[in-house]
Each structure stands twice: as structure tokens, then as C-alpha cells.
């Protein structure tokens, strides 16, 4: 049975309900992961578009090989969207057992709830390219762009300006 929620959306919501499962006991650490998580994501994006244009070896790949690049790059919004519901919003919502205030706590879901309902939807229009034509990306990436690398970066901003807003250092 076909269903016409988006993928990336979908994504969002097994991540949410999945969390539900095992709720966080805390939340600082696993946004500190998350960070890691999307740098390293971010590099990757780098590292496959200089193997792509013959600027690095195919050993500098961290996250898929020269032959997965293509799966891997068509995955990641997907794997964006999840990561967003299943740790970084319970991260945030967690916060208050790292001694973040319920009025702070309020606010950062407040301004980041938006921001990922967004970040999911932009992760589906994404979806949407590389998917259908994943030359599209490489193509992007030839002149130092990139479908997906933004993504990325915003989810790493919506995790900075947690960190911000309750006072708590990032790595």
C-alpha cells in the first residue's frame, strides 16, 4: 500500500515514535552527538564531491564508499529527518535534567519546533532531486554547491541555537 506522506516526514515521525520507547534521561549529551553526527555528515558531502571532481582519494570517504556515494547522498535527508525526531528535539526537551529552566526550555521548543517542521519539509524537496537524478547533485557540487549540504547546516544551526539559548557550551 502506497502512502503520500513524504518520505523525509515519514522518517520524522518513526524517529518520534520510536524515542517514545526510550525516553532521554537527559538531554545534552545526546545533542553533543547529534552535532558530531551532522558535522561529520557535513564533511562527508565534502569528501564525496572532491572524489567525484578528482580532487581527493577515494579513501577519504568516512561514511560510504566510491561506490554507495550516489545511496548515500539519496539517503541523507532521510537519515536527517530521523536523527531531528528521534534525538535532537528529545534532546532538547531533556534539557531540564542538565539544569536548563522550564521558561528556557519553553522558549528553545518554542523557536526550534518551527525551524525543524521546516527543515523536514525542505529535507523532502531534497529528497525530491537527488533522487530523481542524483547527477543534479554532482553536477551542484561541481561548482561548489550542494542540494544537501544546507540541510545539514541548518540542522547543525537548530542544534547551536539550542546550545545558545540555555547557556550550555557545544563541542
Not at 518520505?7 to 558530531?36: H, I, M, N, V, W
Not at 521558561?103 to 525551524?115: G, H, I, K, R, Y
Not at 517542521?117 to 554547491?145: F, P, W
Not at 544537501?148 to 547557556?167: F, H, K, T
Request: aromatic fraction near 8%.
Amino acid at each position: 500500500m502506497k502512502t503520500d506522506t513524504p518520505r523525509c516526514q515519514k522518517a520524522f515521525d518513526e524517529g518520534a515514535l520510536l524515542r517514545r520507547a526510550t525516553p532521554l534521561r537527559a538531554g545534552k549529551y545526546k545533542l553533543d552527538e547529534s552535532y558530531q553526527y551532522f558535522v561529520g555528515w557535513r564533511e562527508e558531502i565534502t569528501r564525496i564531491s572532491e572524489f567525484k571532481h578528482r580532487k581527493a582519494s577515494r579513501h577519504s570517504l568516512r561514511h560510504c564508499t566510491p561506490d554507495d556515494c550516489s545511496k548515500w547522498l539519496k539517503d541523507l535527508p532521510v537519515a536527517i529527518a530521523f536523527q531531528l525526531a528521534y534525538d535532537v528535539l528529545p534532546a532538547i526537551n531533556a534539557l531540564i535534567a542538565d539544569g536548563v529552566s522550564s521558561t528556557q526550555l519553553d522558549s528553545m521548543q518554542l523557536q526550534a519546533a518551527p525551524l525543524i517542521r521546516q527543515l523536514v519539509s525542505d529535507c523532502d524537496r531534497a529528497t525530491v532531486i537527488v533522487v530523481r537524478r542524483i547527477a543534479n547533485e554532482y553536477e551542484h557540487m561541481k561548482v561548489g554547491g550542494s542540494y544537501l549540504s544546507p540541510l545539514v547546516s541548518d540542522a547543525i544551526r537548530i542544534i547551536e541555537g539550542a546550545y545558545r539559548q540555555a547557556g550550555l557550551p557545544h563541542p
